[in-house]
């Protein structure tokens, strides 16, 4: 039935009508004239019959409750709880932390509590203090009643030593700790037959704290945030061949990168069950000690070499006069051009390439910083010195006065679009080439990794607590690794910001009257259907009743 308008002689009348079905055809029949529009508008009829009506209509009932203002409406975030929440259990991050915790005797849900920091590490990171208050806008599953006290024992148990019989593999610089034996049974749930650990890329940055930092962790160091009066940490990330993340590893502020590389390594081959292994490093990382040590070991490597301070490579590699193989290597975006050659000095293999689409734009940049040199000498010449861009172009012609240096333009020009590699792996150019584009290539990864381990401020004051807490946004790395698989597998590339934003917009609302529960849910935008269809996660219904508990 339905109420329908009629004009009549110049006034509009209202019927009720119902749909009826005569001789095969549909028609209306009037039921009832309830009389002409205005007279019943202002008579309040049609709100009368309405509301008696909704009585029997319990959606129209609590829609109309609502407007009254004689019921509560109850609003979460549901979008990222459910999407992580299937990536939390299907990469087994659920199953393994509750079988090391079988033996333990919290009386709170630590689980859950990890889950929560992970999650808020994905979508807005910060403090275990914001995540708190985080926490309120969103439904997590047995996640309710949470404290921040909580979230500090979670973390410092994920950063526990463990006991010493267990302590085989540690490095020099940080023990063997709950996290550790996470990480190592990750690895073992994704492990079969194929599943191989032969090239591995590691990366390093700097955490630096507000505070002490810690026993052991917070020291001063060279600091990658540009904040040398800040004590620090350096936390590495270590990636497989296919780009998704094996271990995290933590140590005090003042560790070198140089000297990581070995012992991380080292202790990789132990706790994996790696093999035969390729080492994937770029400049910062290597040192001739470091290439010793992996050649006494008997592993591989393919490691960037830094082509202007390496005295061998600018003045033998590089000069040397063997011509150039050209190669073009196919790429998702489009083709790049390389220019390779082999050269063998002093028993030790290098591999130079040169990109020309790299080359003209470094000629490009040099021909502009020069340009603008140019102008600023024409202004005075006292302020040119600091700036590094302008220095490394000129030169002292008298105390306190420069000028261009065309020497060191045209030097400069020897290493437009070069790159030299180091190796000992028994592989062709080619696939050297290939191995540290992998690399370049994973970088992106990095960036994120880095971007999800700078979790200031930090407010813990022990190093278990503080590892744990940045152990989380490891995870949280792994998760988001897991959706970009999966979301590759289905030919969709969302934006990460997107999804972010596209998840939080995606709630719930819970209206409770008498003894209904009805959940009302807000409709996915943007790409975020195909992202949970890709995660193989279903949407609830729009609308859910249920009766209240």
């Not at 019927?15 to 309040?44: F, H, P, T």
């Not at 049609?46 to 409750?65: F, H, I, K, T, W």
């Not at 000297?259 to 080292?266: E, H, Q, T």
């Not at 490691?303 to 150039?324: C, P, Q």
Request: some cysteine; hydrophobic content about 40%.
């Amino acid at each position: 039935m339905f109420v329908r308008e009629k004009s009549i002689r110049g006034y509009t009348y209202l019927y009720l009508v119902e749909s009826v079905r005569e001789e095969g055809r549909m028609k209306q029949r009037i039921i009832r004239n309830l009389g002409r529009k205005e007279a019943v508008l202002a008579s309040g009829d049609l709100d009368r019959l309405a509301a008696s009506v909704g009585r029997y209509a319990e959606r129209a009932m609590v829609l109309q409750a609502i407007e009254q203002g004689s019921t509560s409406l109850h609003t979460r975030r549901i979008g990222a709880p459910l999407l992580f929440g299937r990536l939390w259990e299907d990469t087994g991050c659920r199953a393994v932390i509750e079988g090391l915790l079988t033996e333990r005797k919290f009386e709170f849900a630590v689980e859950r509590a990890v889950f929560a920091a992970v999650l808020h590490r994905i979508m807005a990171s910060g403090s275990d203090r914001a995540c708190e208050k985080w926490l309120v806008d969103y439904d997590i599953l047995g996640a309710d009643d949470l404290a921040l006290h909580h979230f500090y024992r979670a973390m410092a148990w994920l950063g526990e030593e463990l006991p010493e019989a267990r302590q085989a593999n540690a490095t020099p610089f940080s023990p063997r700790t709950v996290k550790d034996e996470i990480e190592e049974a990750l690895f073992a749930k994704r492990k079969d037959l194929f599943t191989d650990l032969s090239v591995v890329f590691m990366d390093t940055t700097s955490l630096s704290f507000e505070g002490a930092g810690g026993a052991t962790l917070g020291a001063h160091g060279h600091s990658k945030d540009h904040r040398p009066d800040l004590n620090q940490m350096i936390v590495g990330v270590v990636i497989d061949g296919e780009g998704r993340p094996v271990c995290s590893e933590m140590w005090p502020g003042n560790t070198a990168d140089v000297s990581v590389l070995i012992p991380v390594i080292d202790r990789l081959r132990h706790r994996f069950g790696i093999g035969r292994v390729c080492v994937v490093a770029d400049r910062g990382m290597i040192s001739a000690a470091t290439m010793a040590a992996l050649e006494e070991r008997g592993l591989e490597y393919v490691l960037g070499v830094r082509e202007r301070t390496d005295v061998l490579v600018r003045r033998v590699v590089l000069e040397d006069d063997k011509r150039f193989t050209p190669l073009l290597i196919e790429r998702a975006t489009g083709e790049t051009q390389l220019f390779v050659k082999e050269v063998t000095v002093e028993g030790r293999r290098y591999i130079v390439a040169r990109n020309e689409a790299e080359a003209d734009k470094d000629r490009a940049d040099r021909a502009a910083i020069v340009e603008g040199l140019d102008r600023q000498l024409k202004k005075g010449d006292k302020a040119l010195v600091g700036n590094s861009a302008y220095r490394r172009y000129l030169r002292s012609t008298s105390p306190g006065a420069f000028e261009i240096d065309a020497g060191k333009i045209a030097d400069e020009a020897r290493y437009d679009g070069i790159f030299v590699l180091r190796t000992n792996a028994r592989i062709t150019p080619l696939q050297a080439v290939l191995r540290y584009r992998d690399l370049l290539q994973v970088e992106e990864l990095f960036r994120t990794a880095k971007a999800l381990m700078r979790t200031r401020p930090i407010y813990h004051s022990s190093d278990e607590a503080i590892r744990g807490h940045v152990f989380c946004s490891f995870i949280a790395l792994v998760l988001r690794k897991e959706l970009q698989k999966r979301c590759e597998a289905a030919a969709i590339k969302p934006e990460w910001a997107d999804v972010l934003r596209e998840l939080d917009r995606l709630q719930t609302g819970v209206i409770e009257k008498d003894g209904k529960v009805i959940t009302v849910r807000t409709p996915a935008t943007g790409s975020i259907s195909n992202v949970f269809r890709a995660a193989g996660v279903a949407l609830p219904p729009n609308v859910a009743e249920s009766q209240a508990a």
